[in-house]
């Protein structure tokens, strides 16, 4: 049974950073692509960013280009999302999940698998 769980959310101000850890047992990290989603409050769930297991090709949507940073380090079975540059809207419960083995030229795709995180909060105000 695999299991996945966030940490490193938390109150930030604007223009702020902070580091998302999502922590994989019951497996080896290189078998899974893993995507970070985000929901907040009276909107639909957004997928954010992935990392493939086994090329390392990432993904990032256009509104955390450039701000938002995925990692893996293999040998801990955690993946990081390092997000600088916080803006308000950042503001939502961040999900790390296991994708479905889809890949478009090495890249991740933001399709869900089975296996879901707790969430962790990140609020973005001053």
């Known amino acids: 049974q695999l299991q996945l769980v966030e940490s490193g959310g938390g109150l930030v101000q604007p223009g702020g950073s902070l580091r998302l850890s999502c922590v994989v047992s019951?497996?080896?990290?290189?078998?899974?692509?893993i995507g970070w989603f985000r929901q907040a409050p009276g909107k639909e769930r957004e997928g954010i960013s992935c990392?493939?297991?086994?090329?390392?090709?990432?993904y990032y949507v256009d509104s955390v280009k450039g701000r938002f940073t995925i990692s893996k380090d293999n040998a801990k079975n955690t993946v990081y999302l390092q997000m600088n540059s916080l803006k308000p809207e950042d503001t939502a419960v961040y999900y790390c999940?296991?994708?479905?083995?889809?890949?478009?030229?090495?890249?991740?795709?933001?399709?869900?698998?089975?296996?879901w995180g707790q969430g962790t909060q990140v609020t973005v105000s001053s």
């Open positions: 019951g497996s080896t990290l290189n078998y899974y692509d």
């Open positions: 999940a296991t994708l479905l083995p889809i890949t478009v030229q090495g890249v991740c795709v933001m399709t869900p698998g089975d296996y």
């Open positions: 990392i493939s297991g086994m090329f390392g090709g990432t």
